[in-house]
């Protein structure tokens, strides 16, 4: 006779028993995994609240300097031209995913209008920084354009806040 | 002078551990979002890891036993387990975002496929754990991950307001532009001082000293090594912050890819500030990389009572390394979804904080338990410490899903 | 074996187990007892599972089996912090240089080597 499953009432459960707790438990378990995936879908699928977009400008926003500061170093020669298509081509998949979330949304009311503004902007974002990543771009021009992106993405940012 | 070596090559080895590719990315945006007022944090998180890596490395060089033997000897099974199965699952996710981090390195040196990079870093981190002994993949990485010290350097150079950046060393709250910020403050106060006290640090530490076969008289080089040690990685992130309060964020900058972390060198140094401090970056990332997969094969094997150790030839300990292998391939499994690396580290940072008081209780238990111990229990000093950094952890744990809800994720 | 007070949960369960030549052979993960003398420690899935909540147990044991090996406790030698056994791993049947992951790690280059 075994001391433990330190939980003795066990070893008294009859099979029958012991076969209706194990249901039990996974049944608990799957009630548990279908409420986060429902309140995940549900989340996902909600429609876009001005945090999310000014969130999303944030980031445009923020990627757009970073680019505009990359480009500028490398211009400077501080940055090597690998790194430059390199770090480009990853910044440009963020802002992809970015205006593709702007996208697939839709937004409230007056949001509506930011909402996709937004995203456009991402998308033209996305442009230059795929012209830096394939070195299409001539970096000088590009570096002023990033520049005015950064400008927009700033105002529509800061419109988005709460005071 | 075999001591001073000794000592020289624990500090590495608890420098090295502690910048990885979580806490760069945190370090850079408390740096860019609220300028020197986070620093305070990183004083915080240097002392809390610094007690319980002493307590641990106290514990496994009195006991001569790893953690995960005492806590399924203090916890029970059941409770082990679950502390087993948490503390396995950052760890593994960590090692996920190093191998995604890595390969993005990879790919900002040399171009190309980040996906071959990935499979690339895997065959790399293999051969590596494999072929080398424990001491020489503590000394190369520890070395090497050196190179990090151009970012405190740069980060120093970046600087004028050093009033600004001595005040960021006191508590405070800062200036915010909206309500909502303060709640991104707090979830940085949060998320730095998790990345900073991860418990992969401690297991390892303490796995370490039993691989070095550390016994009661090693207690002193414990203190030095922790206190030095840690406190020299704490200077590496205070670097970071620095170039993010100093550098981006007058430009606005809030880096999401560790390869906006080598502008800063760059700016300072040029071209080879730029090289060097992505090499650093490499031998950082793959130092936690490599020590998360042989934590979890710790972890493993000293709960299940298997033979371990690089001390042991590795067919004299199967399970054990397989379980590294297994940790690292898994790994490279669900970097190869595509997910990003550094959404991964931030979702198991934030994780980790959770588990934080599960994995640190037992410690905390251990150490000052004088049949264990002896007379080396923990005195005064190490039990207010332990004790408060406990609550610190519990309230930081209570507090992190809530602010990352409140906060989006941290964005605001 | 010292004769005297021996604290079963806190001495003996859930210790390390090694052999003679110390080689570690798991954990004490059940104690076999009649009435109230211990008779043998118990090694293996299948009673550590035991302590588990049932769904648990059985997808435990679905993945690691339930194997036990059954160690008589005129076997233990010495009881320190860990449980030292009188014979040899392999004749117990707890060595680990046995079976699929023994094979599999063993084919690998400088497996003998330190």
């Given amino acids: 006779m075994g001391l433990g499953a330190l939980q003795h009432a066990k070893n008294h459960m009859r099979l029958g028993a012991k076969k209706r707790s194990i249901w039990i438990e996974a049944g608990v378990i799957v009630l548990l995994i279908a409420l986060a995936v429902t309140l995940f879908v549900q989340n996902e699928t909600k429609p876009l609240k001005q945090a999310d977009i000014k969130i999303a400008a944030a980031n445009l926003r923020s990627l757009s300097s970073d680019a505009g500061q990359l480009v500028q170093q490398f211009l400077d020669g501080e940055v090597t031209e690998t790194f430059l298509r390199s ?57 002023i354009e990033l520049k005015k992106l950064f400008g927009e993405l700033k105002e529509m940012e800061d419109s988005l806040k709460q005071r | 002078m075999k001591k001073i070596l000794e000592i020289f090559l624990g500090i590495l080895t608890a420098m090295g551990g502690f910048v990885e590719i979580g806490e760069l990315v945190f370090s850079l945006n408390a740096g860019a979002k609220f300028r020197y007022s986070l620093l305070w944090v990183v004083v915080l998180g240097t002392v809390g890891i610094i007690v319980y890596g002493e307590m641990c490395g106290r514990i496994a060089a009195v006991t001569e036993q790893p953690v995960f033997t ?26 996920t975002a190093e191998i995604g981090g890595l390969a993005i390195l990879i790919k900002l040196l040399f171009g190309g496929n980040y996906f071959l990079y990935i499979v690339l870093v895997l065959v790399f981190l293999l051969v590596c754990v494999w072929f080398m002994s424990f001491q020489v993949i503590e000394r190369v990485f520890g070395l090497l991950g050196l190179l990090m010290i151009v970012f405190v350097v740069a980060g120093v150079y970046l600087t004028q307001d050093w009033n600004g950046v001595a005040w960021g060393f006191v508590p405070s709250i800062p200036a915010v532009e909206t309500s909502s910020d303060y709640f991104v403050y707090a979830y940085f106060v949060v998320a730095l001082t998790s990345s900073i006290m991860l418990p992969y640090e401690t297991y390892f530490y303490a796995a370490g000293a039993i691989e070095d076969g550390w016994n009661p008289s090693d207690i002193t080089l414990n203190r030095i090594i922790v206190i030095i040690g840690f406190s020299l990685g704490a200077l590496l992130s205070i670097g970071l912050i620095l170039i993010g309060g100093s550098f981006l964020k007058p430009l606005l900058i809030e880096p999401q890819l560790p390869g906006t972390a080598a502008l800063g060198p760059a700016i300072v140094f040029g071209k080879w500030g730029l090289i060097v401090g992505v090499l650093g970056m490499f031998f950082a990332f793959a130092g936690a990389a490599i020590e998360n997969a042989l934590t979890g094969a710790y972890n493993f094997a000293h709960f299940f009572g298997w033979s371990w150790g690089k001390f042991r ?57 004088k049949d264990y111990m002896g007379h080396f229990a923990n005195g005064w000093l190490a039990d207010i410490f332990g004790w408060l950094y406990f609550v610190i952890i519990l309230l930081a744990a209570l507090a992190a899903i809530p602010l990352l809800i409140i906060t989006h994720g941290g964005e605001g | 074996m010292t004769e005297g007070y021996l604290d079963m949960c806190r001495q003996v369960l859930d210790r390390q187990v090694i052999d003679s030549n110390h080689i570690p052979c798991g954990k004490v993960d059940d104690i076999e007892m009649n009435g109230n003398k211990i008779t043998a420690i118990l090694i293996g899935n299948g009673v550590a ?42 004749d117990l049947g707890l060595d680990e240089r046995q079976g699929w992951v023994f094979e599999l790690i063993n084919k690998l280059p400088l497996a003998w080597k330190k």
Avoid at chain 3, 58 to 79: C, L, M, N, Q, T
Wanted: aromatic share 6%; with cysteine; glycine share 6%.
């Fill in chain 2, 70 to 95: 005492l806590i399924r000897e203090r916890a029970g099974y059941t409770a082990g387990l679950g502390t087993l199965i948490a503390a396995n699952l950052v760890s593994l996710l960590t090692c």
């Fill in chain 3, 49 to 90: 599972s035991e302590r588990m909540p049932e769904l648990a147990r059985a997808v435990s044991r679905k993945i690691f089996g339930d194997r036990v090996v059954r160690v008589p406790w005129s076997e233990v030698h010495v009881i320190t912090h860990e449980i030292k056994l009188k014979s040899r791993a392999v």
């Fill in chain 1, 87 to 143: 770090q480009a081509s990853l910044m440009r998949d963020k802002a992809k995913s970015t205006a593709k979330q702007m996208e697939s949304s839709k937004a409230d009311g007056e949001m509506e209008l930011k909402r996709w503004q937004t995203g456009h902007l991402g998308e033209q974002l996305e442009t230059k920084l795929a012209q830096l990543a394939d070195g299409t771009g001539e970096s000088a021009a590009v570096r």
């Fill in chain 2, 313 to 369: 030839p590795p067919k004299d300990a199967p399970r054990f390394n397989l379980a590294w292998i297994v940790m690292l391939l898994a790994a490279t499994l669900i970097i190869l979804t595509g997910v990003d690396p550094v959404q991964v580290v931030e979702y198991s940072i934030i994780f980790a904080v959770v588990i934080l008081p599960l994995t640190y209780f037992p410690m905390l238990l251990v150490a000052r338990d």
